[in-house]
């Protein structure tokens, strides 16, 4: 079955300092993975994904088939990145099927002044 | 607001009763999905429609839930004989036709919280 798994629930940092938020999935076959942030008082929206391989605000991920993970990263925290984080997975190929997301538990970053 | 919309944003309901979501997608986005999410939880998928057709739903969707998108445009979930354990946040989710392989952003609404007493 397919599984997202995001061990940290809650991580804290000070501003500039590096942050890591990892992922780890589990699928048969071969995900397609994204990275989603909801800010306070805001809707679920969609941060990076891994195809594309760019940053976005900064943050940059890569998908590391090996150890099944999808971390997320950025070097200097910024006080503004405070939010919630979900990584989601949803199956390759299915052009006409169901494009469902599988989400983690998600993780709470808190960007420390 | 040209986003998905979802009303009403909060819902207070007793037990046993019957509750109705709507939600309104991105105009044009001829795929539409639902999700549910509990109190720390990720969202966790309900159903999935393309136009007017339901294609796909979750095993967590039991017989007291049922979705409906008559026109391929709105879509509502109804919840009969609500229960305690169906409190949760419900997030509805809008989408393009894919031209490809590749996925297509799910725009999501920002949700409708159900408190069942």
């Known amino acids: 079955a397919q599984r997202v798994t995001q061990p940290e629930k809650l991580l804290s940092v000070f501003k500039g300092a590096p942050v890591e938020l990892k992922c780890n999935y589990s699928y048969s076959g071969s995900p397609e993975l994204f990275w989603y942030v909801q800010y306070s008082r805001q809707r679920l929206q969609l941060l990076l994904r891994h195809i594309s391989r760019e940053s976005i605000k900064g943050f940059t991920a890569d998908l590391n088939k090996g150890e099944t993970s999808f971390h997320l990263k950025k070097p200097f925290a910024q006080e503004e990145d405070s939010a919630m984080y979900y990584c989601a997975l949803r199956e390759v190929g299915e052009i006409q099927g169901a494009q469902k997301l599988v989400f983690g538990q998600g993780t709470r970053l808190t960007i420390n002044p | 607001d040209t986003g998905v919309s979802q009303d009403p944003r909060h819902k207070i309901t007793k037990r046993g009763q019957n509750v109705t979501f709507r939600c309104d997608p991105i105009s044009e986005h001829n795929r539409l999905y639902w999700y549910r999410q509990t109190l720390g939880q990720g969202p966790e998928f309900l159903t999935y429609f393309q136009n007017e057709a339901q294609l796909e739903k979750s095993r967590l969707l039991s017989d007291r839930f049922s979705a409906e998108r008559p026109k391929g445009s709105f879509s509502t979930l109804e919840i009969q004989r609500t229960e305690q354990g169906d409190s949760a946040m419900y997030l509805c989710?809008?989408?393009?036709?894919?031209?490809?392989?590749?996925?297509?952003?799910?725009?999501f609404g920002p949700g409708t919280r159900l408190t069942v007493l």
């Open positions: 989710a809008s989408s393009a036709r894919p031209t490809g392989f590749w996925y297509n952003e799910q725009f």
